[in-house]
């Protein structure tokens, strides 16, 4: 295999390079904005998000997007500071990046995750919204937490 089709994948993720204020927009808690970077590793083979929110009920985190050798499907590893690690499946088509979180993997499955953002034709605001379903039963989808990023450079 030649790699074209991990390096076709990574190169759709280049609109999220860079720096953002990530404004957060928690239910009944007022939060003042963060920081997001995306950023090339290794050769341009990952891309690697490191958020900071100053609000406790937001831990910083560092995200590694990867892709499938075979298929280019994309794959987001998560870690957090408080020693969270997960694995969500991720999409990035037509301007809607999504992120989706149904089976155990390094933590227990206590609730169900997913992520919409949808990045504006400018490329330089994102409106996203996170999600979560109880992990025991039917996908029953209520709005977490919402995110508004926008590029700072």
């Known amino acids: 295999m030649d790699g074209s089709v991990p390096r ?11 720096e953002w204020v990530v404004e957060p927009h928690f239910p009944g808690l007022a939060a003042p904005a963060g920081r997001s970077v995306f950023e ?3 050769d341009g083979r990952f891309l690697v998000q490191r958020s900071e929110i100053p609000v406790p009920e937001a831990p910083d985190s560092t995200a ?4 499938d050798p075979q298929t280019g499907a994309y794959t987001q590893h998560y870690f957090d500071s408080r020693g969270v690690v997960r694995l969500y499946a991720m999409t990035f088509a037509d301007g809607v990046w999504r992120l989706l979180r149904e089976t155990p993997d390094f933590s227990p499955l206590a609730f169900r995750q997913r992520f919409t953002g949808l990045v504006a034709d400018d490329g330089d605001t ?4 996170w999600e979560t379903s109880p992990a025991d039963g039917p996908a029953a989808w209520e709005r977490d937490f919402t995110l508004t990023y926008r590029r700072s450079r």
């Open 8 to 18: 076709e994948a990574l190169k759709r993720l280049d609109v999220l390079v860079g």
């Open 40 to 42: 090339w590793a290794l």
């Open 126 to 129: 994102i409106q996203g919204t």
């Open 64 to 67: 590694v997007v990867a892709t």
